[in-house]
């Protein structure tokens, strides 16, 4: 039998954990169903997607994705004052996640502190400036043919 590795337009169905460098899981399906998805079509960042090429069923491999190519860096242009008088008063407290209507859709932010006339709100993805561990186990990969 021919193993196919994972290439780009391959449904790959897999295991995966996302951890932080300190060993703080993030996310994971280890316990559960894995997850299937075809390479190239947006369900992971490409950082991550990059590490699973050539991989083949039955692999087992643990990466460490750099922010760059994770979540990003944290951005300071992404922190934002905003005035107090804008939010609903009851939904403000530090570390509390507020969405906002944008031309995209809906952006989270997070609330990083409060004074009596503004809001800090931080823009950043939660897991911005962080490398992540990504443990897989391929479980299939299927590769279209080309006729």
């Known amino acids: 039998m021919v193993l196919n ?7 790959v169905t897999l295991n ?7 060993g703080h899981i993030i996310d994971s399906n280890f316990d559960s169903s894995p997850a299937t998805f075809s390479l190239g079509d947006g369900s992971l960042l490409p950082g991550f997607e ?6 083949v069923c039955g692999s087992e ?18 922190v934002q004052l905003i005035k107090r008088s804008l939010f609903d008063q009851d939904e403000l407290q530090r570390g ?11 952006l989270p932010g997070v609330v990083q502190s409060l004074s009596e006339h503004e809001v800090m709100v ?15 186990k391929i479980i299939d990969v299927k590769v279209q043919s080309a006729h």
């Open 16 to 22: 995966f954990s996302l951890a932080l460098e300190d």
């Open 122 to 136: 931080d823009f950043n993805h939660p897991l911005a400036g962080e490398s992540i561990v990504f443990a897989v």
């Open 50 to 55: 990059e590490v699973l090429e050539g991989l």
């Open 96 to 106: 509390v996640v507020i969405s906002f209507e944008n031309a995209g859709g809906e």
């Open 61 to 78: 491999a643990t990466f460490i994705v750099p922010a760059e190519k994770a979540f990003g860096q944290h951005n300071p242009q992404n």
């Open 5 to 11: 590795p994972i290439r780009q337009g391959a449904e």
